[in-house]
C-alpha cells in the first residue's frame, strides 16, 4: 500500500511539473522582469548609488576617531647623561672635596671653617641625597609606553568639494534609476519579441499543416485519376515532391516554433523544456494601430530614460567641474583632541594614565602650483561640454527614431491590409482552381500554383500581423511608454 502511494504521488508531480503552462503577454513580461538578471543588477546599483549618497552626506558632520597604542624599546630614554647622573649623587662628597682643596690652598680659609669640621659629614650626605633625588626625578622609564589619543574633526570650508560630491552622487543615485528603466524596457522588448515570434511559429505551423492536408488531398484525387488514366505519371510525381516540400516545412517550423518557446522560457527565467500555451496562438485577426492622440517628439523626449539618463551625466559632470575648482581653493576645518599617555608627561613622567585637551583651527591655502587647477577646472568643462553634446545628439536620434517607428506603424498596417486582400484572392482562387480541377477543365500544374499561391498569402498575412504588432511595440519603446 506504502509502494502505490509512493507511486501514485512521484507521478502526479511528475505530471504537475510536467504540465503544460499558460502565459499571457503580461505574464511572460512579469515573469521577465522577476527573473532577469540584468535587472536584478541595475536594482543593485540602485541600491549602491542610495548609500553612496548617505555616505556622501556624512561629510558634513563631525568625525570622531579613536586611537591606541603600546610600545615596548629595550632601553628607556634617558635625560641625564651618565655623568651628569654620576655628578648629581655625589652632589655633597664632590663638594667636600673641593672645599677642602680651597682650604688648603688658602690657610686662614681653614681655621674659620674649623668649627664646622664636625658638621661636614653631615651636609655632604644631606647634599648627596638631595642630587640623588634630583638625578631620579630625570628617570623616565618610557621602555613601556601606552599611548591614546581622541580626535573630532569638523570641516567647515573645504572649497565646496563636499557640496558637490553631494549633490553629484544625488545624480548618480537618479541615474542608476534611469538606467534601469532603460534596462527594464529593453528587457520587456526582448520578451515581446519572443512572444511574438512563437505566436507567429504558431500560426505558420497551422499553415503548413492545412498545407500539408491540401497537397495530400490533391495526391490522393491525381492518384485516383491517374488510375483512370486521367492523370500522367508526371502528374503523380509533381504532386508528391510537393507532399515531400510540405513535410519538410512542416518539421522545420515546428522545430523553429521548439526553439522559439526555449528562448521564451530563457527570457521568463522558466527550464528551457517548459511545455508552453500562450494566450494569443489562437490568434487570426489583429486590430488596426490607432494613431498617437500628442506629438510622438514630445512624449519621447518627456519619457526617454535614455535622455534622463544623459541630462543627469551632464550634471554629474557639472560638478566635477565644482570639485576639480575646490582643490585649490583655501579649506578650514576644525579640530580638536585628547591625548592620553602612560608614563603622562603633564606632570613629570608619572606611571600613570594622563592627558590633556587641544582645540585649534587647521587652514590650507595653496599658492603656487604652475596652473596646474586651471588645465584642471578646463579638462572638467570639456567633459561636460561632451555631455552636453551627446545629449543633445541623442535628441536628434531619439527625434529621428520616432519620425521611422510612426512610419512603419502606418506601413505594417497598409501591408496587413494589402495581405488580407491578396489572402481573399488566393483563397478565390485556389477554390476555383480545386473546382476547374475535378471538372477536369485545368492541369494539376495550375492547381499546384494556386496552393503555392495561397499559402505565400496565408504567410504574408501572418508576418504582417505580427510586424503590426512588434511596430506598435517599436514605437512605445521609441516614445518610451513601453
Not at 505566436?199 to 505551423?205: G, Q, T, V
Request: charged residues 20%; hydrophobic residues 40%; contains cysteine.
Amino acid at each position: 500500500m506504502k509502494r502505490y502511494l509512493y507511486l501514485l504521488f512521484v507521478t502526479v508531480l511528475a505530471q504537475s511539473l510536467h504540465a503544460q503552462r499558460y502565459l499571457s503577454l503580461d505574464s511572460c513580461r512579469t515573469l521577465a522582469l522577476t527573473n532577469n538578471k540584468d535587472l536584478r543588477m541595475a536594482r543593485e546599483r540602485v541600491t549602491a548609488a542610495h548609500y553612496q549618497q548617505k555616505a556622501t552626506f556624512t561629510q558634513f558632520l563631525p568625525k570622531l576617531e579613536l586611537t591606541g597604542g603600546y610600545l615596548y624599546t629595550h632601553r628607556e630614554i634617558s635625560l641625564l647623561s651618565d655623568e651628569q647622573k654620576d655628578a648629581l649623587g655625589n652632589l655633597g662628597s664632590n663638594a667636600g672635596q673641593s672645599l677642602q682643596q680651597w682650604a688648603a690652598s688658602h690657610p686662614l680659609l681653614a681655621e674659620l671653617l674649623q668649627p664646622l669640621s664636625g658638621l661636614l659629614p653631615s651636609i655632604t650626605q644631606s647634599l648627596d641625597g638631595v642630587g640623588q633625588s634630583i638625578a631620579n626625578a630625570f628617570h623616565t622609564d618610557t621602555r613601556h609606553l601606552y599611548t591614546g589619543a581622541a580626535v573630532l574633526t569638523q570641516p567647515l570650508y573645504m572649497g565646496g568639494k563636499i557640496a558637490a560630491y553631494h549633490q553629484l552622487t544625488r545624480y548618480a543615485e537618479q541615474l542608476a534609476g534611469t538606467q534601469q528603466a532603460t534596462q527594464l524596457q529593453e528587457v520587456i522588448l526582448q520578451t515581446d519579441q519572443a512572444y511574438w515570434q512563437v505566436i507567429s511559429l504558431a500560426n505558420k505551423k497551422r499553415l503548413a499543416e492545412s498545407y500539408l492536408e491540401l497537397v495530400e488531398k490533391l495526391e490522393s484525387d491525381v492518384t485516383r485519376l491517374k488510375a483512370q488514366g486521367l492523370a500522367t505519371k508526371a502528374d503523380e510525381l509533381s504532386v508528391k515532391v510537393k507532399v515531400n516540400e510540405a513535410e519538410m516545412t512542416l518539421t522545420q517550423v515546428d522545430n523553429g516554433l521548439s526553439l522559439a518557446k526555449m528562448v521564451l522560457c530563457q527570457l521568463c527565467g522558466l527550464p528551457l523544456e517548459t511545455p508552453l500555451k500562450l494566450a494569443d496562438e489562437e490568434m487570426k485577426d489583429l486590430p488596426l494601430p490607432s494613431a498617437p492622440s500628442e506629438t510622438p517628439v514630445a512624449i519621447a523626449f518627456a519619457n526617454r530614460s535614455e535622455l534622463k539618463s544623459l541630462e543627469l551625466a551632464e550634471k554629474i559632470y557639472r560638478q566635477k567641474i565644482r570639485i576639480a575648482r575646490s582643490e585649490f581653493l583655501p579649506t578650514v576645518a576644525l579640530s580638536a583632541s585628547y591625548l592620553l599617555s602612560n608614563p603622562s608627561l603633564v606632570n613629570g613622567f608619572e606611571k600613570k594614565f594622563n592627558g590633556l585637551w587641544s582645540i585649534g583651527v587647521m587652514v590650507k591655502v595653496p599658492v603656487f602650483h604652475w596652473g596646474e587647477g586651471n588645465y584642471k577646472v578646463r579638462a572638467a568643462k570639456a567633459e561636460a561640454n561632451i555631455a552636453r553634446y551627446q545629449w543633445e545628439a541623442a535628441k536628434e536620434k531619439v527625434e529621428l527614431q520616432v519620425t521611422q517607428s510612426s512610419y512603419k506603424v502606418n506601413e505594417a498596417a497598409k501591408r496587413l491590409t494589402m495581405a488580407l486582400q491578396n489572402m481573399e484572392k488566393a483563397e478565390e482562387n485556389l477554390k476555383y482552381a480545386n473546382l476547374s480541377f475535378r471538372e477536369g477543365v485545368i492541369p494539376t500544374s495550375n492547381v499546384l500554383e494556386a496552393q503555392t499561391a495561397w499559402l505565400s498569402a496565408q504567410s504574408a498575412k501572418i508576418d504582417a500581423q505580427i510586424e503590426v504588432r512588434l511596430s506598435e511595440v517599436y514605437l512605445k519603446k521609441a516614445l518610451g511608454v513601453l
